[in-house]
């Protein structure tokens, strides 16, 4: 799959829009969901470009999933959430709306996701506060 180097993650890596960013390495980048399905919903991206997993190079793979880790032990800690749903959707077929891959780390569970996918713009102030929660517990 062609690899489109203007769609959003990639603008965001780039520095050209902004997000409340969560954590970054030399691998990956971590940021709030503007429009969460839950509270203290996340994103981690692989700074390599790649649309799905399976143009994602194993090493990538590797390191997104250190750094999903490392998120979903934050929103434990500083959401009080006990249970975390991961979501990774691969093209357009499977609903994939931005096609950089990227994994969702959703607090909380699968039966209380039933805010519509990528669909409401959540409050900038209210997501900015609850990415401070999750920061300070990383
Ligand atoms: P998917 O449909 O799996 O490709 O998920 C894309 C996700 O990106 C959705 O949950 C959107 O709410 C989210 N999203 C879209 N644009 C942005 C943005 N600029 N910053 C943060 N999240 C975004």
């Given amino acids: 799959m062609t690899y489109d180097n203007q769609n959003i ?4 890596l780039r520095g050209e829009i902004p997000c409340i960013k969560l954590f970054e390495d030399a691998h990956t980048l971590a940021f709030m969901d503007i429009m969460p399905q839950a509270e203290g919903h996340a ?10 997993l399976f143009e994602l190079s194993d090493e990538a793979a590797a390191a997104c999933m250190a750094t999903v880790r490392r998120i979903g032990n934050a929103q434990k800690k500083g959401l009080g959430a006990t249970g975390i749903v991961l979501m990774q959707l691969n093209g357009a077929e ?8 990227h994994i969702h ?3 909380g569970s699968i039966a209380d996701l039933r805010r519509p996918h990528a669909t409401a713009l959540a409050d900038t102030a209210h997501l900015k506060a609850v990415s401070e929660k999750i920061v300070a517990s990383i």
């Fill in 94 to 101: 499977a609903g994939q709306t931005v096609p950089h891959f």
């Fill in 43 to 52: 994103l981690v991206i692989p700074k390599e470009p790649a649309t799905t």
């Fill in 9 to 12: 993650f990639a603008k965001i």
């Fill in 105 to 107: 780390v959703i607090p």
